[in-house]
């Protein structure tokens, strides 16, 4: 009796819920059967009609068809009476757990004859009558002729097999009356009887309403199948969101409650001995899919839920589902009187969690708790459906679809501003990546064969044919002394202004700023090299004329440039660490740069960038001499490039180029007399040479050595 009365008070407290979540679902509009007896002669046969109301009941018995006939039918339809005394009048749809059969409370588990009398206009289209699932075989009896059979039924358990296909079944019965008799037997669950409402209509109509159903239950679960799906895809892609995970799992598990129930499409696809297993899967999808249900609410709104809460619905669940899995069906099929209290306590939790989201102002709160409140009132009508308090039909597939739509336009809002948040943070980096650009070059970043300063590692290093040129100013040090510190910073800010745009026009980048010169790196050849130091002479001569009109002394720079093989990575430890080059090349390039303050001269170029130049005869250049380079065994030929020298220096520079360079051979050679008589003759020609004057004193001192 327990289970009985737990039964009658689920049923008051969902009939509550009905009233109040679905309005208008109580209402009847339909005719209703009366002891036995269901009058469709002012029926509008445009439509489909249910075989609702009190069907005459005769408990543990499987009357003959024929013997429920009257003989009167066909004279007196109206007058026509119930020839078998019934033993009570049922409820359809509802199951027969409950029933007071001669003051005995009937169980779930035994066999019954249902009879109906259903009357006709005398002129009434071909029928049909279209059953869904009953409990839980039956066979279906239309004026003494056998229509069909769902499962078997028996009196016994040994012969007895339960079914919940769908069925269709064109009569041919053309008069005003049908005598519908159905023999119903159940010994696998906790309820018997015809539970489903019995839908009749024209031929056409029903076949057409069950192709409907059909289809749309197909396309909902297609639906939930490729957004549980993508929702798992989603969660592979990014597995910080666990909503994701939830949602689609809670996806797939309602699309296998949903081909379990309604038009029962996976009962119509496997053979009949499965009833049993799928009985199970569809009492664990209820448990499944509610925890997997709380379990998203809880992602998407940690701080608005209660971990306690999910574990103990978690732990609830799984015993429940325990219960299924190792259970006898007349077992586990109770169950579900018990779970729909913590069904109705979830959806009362859901409620308050969602109204604390949108009360917080969550993101999405407003759209998901509407979604939700659709989808726990569909919950809430099967509960009300299957304890049969109500008569609509099993809803929870279309509110879960509502809740996907809104959850896709949830999803879409999400992305929407993530491309967002993803183009603002891309322009910020980029200008970081700028930023960045200013103290790492791109081209560095390049030849290490990365794409972003952020994948730079200590350690990684590249080797590479390139021209290196060094650049500084002649006697700064001094210059400064009569500067403060802001104006010696805006002096060499603005110098290095002019000098850093010359170095890319012509395909290089700094590499690093030392002091009031810097180092920049030619991968594009030495051409590119040579060219930009010409232009960085031009440009220091144009930046002394606007010096030259403020009163202030002009600035002399030095210019060295050298080809070679080079390594450029990173160098230092994992918290501080600094792109660098390193090679004989920036040696030997720093050192020609050093020679110009010796030489006196501006531009200095090695013998490997010189022989590496397309043309070398497009420039004015002359032999400075053999210098040895630290790591080097064989000494270097350099050479002065005097392009940008004054129209007459270069004119005396060009004049002399022959004895200057032969003068510096005879002191290769050790010919110290000879070469001192030639540069002497090249002084008296160019008095303003300081490579000359170098040279002089040079082998001055030698032969002063010589001669004591």
Not at 103 to 119: D, E, F, H, I, K
Request: charged fraction near 25%.
């Amino acid at each position: 009796m327990y289970p009985f009365r737990l039964k009658l008070a689920a049923r008051q407290l969902l009939l509550l819920y009905a009233a109040i979540v679905l309005p208008g679902s109580l209402a009847l509009a339909e005719p209703l059967a009366e002891e036995g007896i269901l009058d469709l002669r002012q029926a509008d046969w445009e439509r489909i009609h249910f075989l609702d109301g009190k069907w005459a009941f005769y408990w543990n018995r499987l009357v003959n068809p024929l013997e429920l006939r009257s003989p009167d039918r066909a004279r007196e339809a109206e007058n026509a009476k119930i020839t078998e005394k019934p033993d009570a009048f049922a409820e359809v749809p509802d199951d027969w757990l409950g029933l007071e059969v001669k003051g005995t409370s009937l169980p779930g588990s035994g066999y019954a004859t249902y009879y109906l009398r259903v009357l006709l206009p005398e002129e009434h289209p071909p029928l049909s009558l279209k059953f869904l699932d009953q409990s839980s075989a039956y066979s279906l009896y239309v004026n003494g002729k056998l229509y069909g059979e769902n499962g078997q039924v028996s009196t016994s358990t040994e012969n007895y097999l339960p079914s919940y296909r769908t069925r269709l079944y064109e009569l041919q019965e053309k008069g005003e009356v049908l005598d519908i008799v159905i023999h119903v037997a159940n010994y696998g669950h906790r309820k018997g009887g015809l539970w489903e409402r019995i839908h009749i209509g024209p031929q056409d109509k029903v076949r057409q309403f069950r192709e409907g159903r059909i289809v749309f239950e197909s396309f909902i679960a297609g639906t939930l199948v490729i957004m549980g799906f993508y929702h798992l895809g989603l969660f592979y892609l990014r597995r910080k969101d666990r909503s994701t995970l939830w949602f689609g799992l809670f996806c797939l598990i309602i699309v296998l409650r949903l081909v379990l129930i309604g038009e029962r499409l996976l009962h119509d696809i496997v053979p009949e001995g499965w009833w049993e297993t799928l009985l199970r899967l569809e009492y664990l999808s209820v448990y499944g899919g509610l925890c997997s249900f709380i379990a998203f609410v809880h992602s998407l709104y940690p701080d608005e839920t209660s971990r306690r809460f999910l574990q103990g619905l978690t732990v609830v669940s799984a015993l429940f589902g325990l219960l299924v899995l190792v259970g006898p069906t007349l077992w586990f099929t109770h169950s579900i009187d018990y779970f729909q209290f913590v069904i109705l306590a979830a959806i009362f939790y859901v409620i308050v969690v969602f109204g604390l989201a949108v009360y917080r102002k969550r993101e999405g709160a407003i759209f998901v708790s509407v979604a939700s409140l659709v989808l726990c009132a569909t919950v809430v009508n099967d509960l009300a459906y299957n304890q049969q308090v109500i008569r609509t039909a099993q809803l929870v597939a279309v509110g879960l679809f509502v809740f996907i739509f809104i959850q896709a336009f949830i999803l879409s809002i999400r992305f929407s501003r993530a491309f967002s948040t993803i183009e603002s943070m891309k322009d910020s980096l980029q200008k970081y990546n700028q930023a960045y650009s200013r103290f790492v070059p791109e081209e560095f970043l390049k030849y290490l064969h990365k794409d972003s300063i952020l994948d730079i590692r200590l350690g990684d290093q590249v080797q590479e044919t390139m021209s290196v040129l060094f650049l500084d100013i002649r006697d700064f040090t001094q210059r400064s002394e009569r500067m403060t510190p802001a104006e010696t910073f805006g002096f060499i800010n603005e110098y290095l202004g002019r000098v850093g745009p010359l170095i890319r026009a012509y395909h290089g980048f700094i590499d690093k700023y030392l002091g009031d010169g810097l180092m920049a790196l030619f991968p594009g050849g030495p051409q590119d090299a040579v060219e930009a130091g010409l232009a960085i002479q031009k440009a220091v001569q144009q930046f002394n004329d606007e010096l030259a009109s403020q009163d202030l002394d002009p600035i002399r720079i030095g210019v060295g440039i050298h080809t070679g093989l080079l390594m450029l990575g990173t160098v230092g430890e994992s918290e501080r660490m600094d792109g660098t080059v390193i090679s004989d090349a920036v040696n030997l390039a720093a050192r020609t740069e050093g020679l110009t303050r010796i030489y006196g001269v501006s531009m200095i170029v090695s013998q490997d960038t010189l022989f590496q130049l397309d043309d070398p005869t497009r420039y004015n250049y002359r032999f400075l001499g053999k210098v040895r380079v630290k790591g080097k065994d064989e000494p270097v030929s350099i050479f002065e490039f005097f392009d940008e020298d004054d129209r007459e220096t270069r004119t005396v520079k060009v004049v002399t180029r022959e004895d200057f360079e032969r003068g510096v051979m005879q002191l290769h050679d050790r010919d110290f007399l000879a070469a001192k008589d030639t540069f002497e003759a090249v002084k008296r020609a160019a008095p303003e040479d300081r490579a000359v004057h170098y040279y002089l004193s040079r082998l001055e001192r030698i032969l002063l050595r010589k001669s004591g």
